[in-house]
């Protein structure tokens, strides 16, 4: 088991630029979420993909982000045009849809906008 | 707006004793609820899961769930100075969503 992978680990960027990150889930895992985690605000839900399905994306802040799962081994979260503000660790966490199970992180990516 | 409630701390404590972590939750309908540990500059991992009320122990651990009181908290017993660390609560929505709201965390340090 080769746990959640993300990549980059590291992205500084300026801003205005178009930020792309990218996670591979756990096999056989069918829920995946991105979450944002800064100081200020902790552990953010941006959005919830459920069998390759965004069933909330109540959390992304607004237009610049968009988020995508293919397939169920693949999903990117895309900022764009990218601010100061997004600077943050952006991780990525798979789980099986059910009562009681837990989710495992990615290592996360540390998103720098200058 | 479904909230998670932890005493940011940092909560410190000697080496061996116990650290006492607590959480509050705003979801009259939650059913699952789980501890992460997170260090520095790490991913949160899990350490605890419970779903029914009373407590729950694995090895130096206990979580303790009072779903009327909407309170859940996590012992640490005989605490290490590798036990340093935040800790997140977080609790599943009710209405089978499974999707956890996490609070901020409790920064714990366990002084030699």
């Known amino acids: 088991d080769a746990g959640v992978i993300q990549s980059p680990r590291h992205e500084v960027t300026e801003m205005g630029q178009e930020v792309t990150l990218r996670c591979k889930p756990i096999?056989?895992?069918?829920?995946l979420f991105w979450y944002r985690q800064t100081m200020m605000r902790g552990l953010e839900l941006l959005i919830y993909f459920n069998n390759n399905v965004p069933i909330d994306d109540s959390g992304m802040p607004e237009d610049r982000f968009s988020a995508k799962m293919p397939n169920a081994s693949f999903s990117t979260l895309k900022i764009q045009p990218s601010e100061p503000r997004d600077s943050a660790v952006y991780f990525c966490a798979s789980s099986v849809h059910r009562a009681g199970s837990p989710l495992h992180f990615g290592n996360g990516t540390r998103l720098t906008v200058t | 707006q479904k909230e998670v409630e932890q005493n940011s701390g940092p909560l410190s404590v000697p080496e061996g004793a116990i650290a006492s972590l607590n959480c509050t939750y705003s979801d009259r309908g939650s059913q699952s609820f789980f501890w992460y540990r997170q260090y520095s500059g790490k991913s949160p991992e899990l350490i605890m899961f419970?779903?029914?009320?009373g407590d729950k122990e694995d090895g130096r651990f206990t979580a303790q769930l009072n779903k009327a009181s909407q309170y859940v908290s996590l012992l640490i017993r005989d605490s290490q100075p590798s036990d340093s660390a935040t800790y997140l609560c977080?609790?599943?929505?009710?209405?089978?969503?499974?999707?956890?709201?996490f609070g901020r965390g409790t920064s714990l340090i366990v002084h030699p």
């Open positions: 096999s056989g895992h069918n829920s």
């Open positions: 977080a609790v599943n929505e009710s209405g089978g969503s499974y999707i956890p709201t």
């Open positions: 419970i779903y029914s009320n």
